[in-house]
């Protein structure tokens, strides 16, 4: 029974794929970004840890080339999520006693793997993975005793899962899971992470070169 259903199923997706254009291609992409609690030092000689944050968002583009089942792209992103509440000496402060945010602006110079690489398909599973530097900026006011802004550079890496629609030659739409991290920061004691769940739209420039 499931054959029967899994056959027609790849035989509409191979039937009515565009194949997908090598060569030069942008990508303009955004969604939902989930970002950890990163906290953990002093402020002002108070214990400053246990953030939590409200959903938050994320948007950026790449500029990418495509060789057969491999795509490299230099890609910039903007990660931004507003403080739920945190703790300060073991007291636990809510919005809007205490507000701030965490935010990002990460580049990154990432390789992907379109699968399977032998026959383009209407739907394109892909991974991928990324290295690159990041400026981190966190933000917390509980008045009167913090109002303080520190900001951190640090090297950034991602990891990425997603699928590619292939309406168009030119055209293609991808939704994609990404994890993005940094190495620890001092001044933040910890790390910065995101989780982002994004829908993208790629432009293809190239017209006469196929895989």
Known sequence: MLRRLLIPLFLITTSYAATPIDG???????????????????????????????SGFDAGGALGYKQAFWRYEAEVTYIKADLNRVQINQITYN????????????????????????????????????????????????QPIINSTI????????????????FSENYALNFAYRYVGTTHMDSLGSTFGAHLINGGVIYRFDECEFK
């Open 24 to 54: 030069l291609y942008s990508v303009g992409f955004g969604g939902l970004a989930l970002v950890p609690g990163n906290f953990n030092n002093y402020i002002n000689n108070y214990q400053v840890n246990s953030s939590k944050y409200n």
């Open 95 to 142: 919005n809007p006693t205490t507000n701030g945010y965490s935010q990002g602006l990460v580049g990154l110079l990432n390789a992907y793997i379109d699968l399977p690489y032998k026959q383009a398909t209407l739907l394109q599973p892909f991974i991928g993975a990324g290295l690159g530097y990041a400026w981190i900026q966190n933000h917390l006011n509980l």
């Open 151 to 166: 900001n951190n550079n640090s090297f950034a890496y991602q990891g990425t899962v997603g699928l590619t629609f292939h």
